[in-house]
């Protein structure tokens, strides 16, 4: 669970993760060019890889091969397990933030 947190801690990665949810299956190349054109982010190729590194580490990112080119997929499980452990105990019940 802290390499969950200890992951998404970097606003970095947690953007990642959003383009990997909003798009599963994306190359690095695709990534990159997703971080600079629709957040501004002027990341090296290097940079990139290496927080994929770190979310892949913590279990949020599944790599499969396909040819030549690496595939990256955002596994939730571990998001939804960090909430179920740690977040959703925090919210009243019947409070309309729960849904």
């Known amino acids: 669970m802290d390499a969950v947190f200890k992951a998404i801690s970097d606003p970095t990665r947690r953007i990642l993760v959003e ?8 190359t690095l190349f695709e990534l990159c060019v997703r971080l600079i054109s629709r957040h501004g982010l002027d990341v090296s190729r290097q940079a990139v890889a290496k927080h994929l590194d770190v979310l892949e580490r913590a279990g949020l990112v599944e790599v499969r091969r396909e040819g030549r080119y690496r595939l990256h997929t955002l596994d939730r499980a571990p ?19 729960e849904e």
């Not at 383009?19 to 994306?26: K, N, S, T, Y």
């Not at 939804?80 to 919210?91: C, I, K, M, T």
């Open 79 to 97: 998001l939804r397990a960090a909430w179920d452990e740690w977040f959703r105990p925090l919210v009243q019940p019947g409070d309309p933030s």
């Open 19 to 26: 383009e990997l949810a909003d798009r599963d299956g994306q």
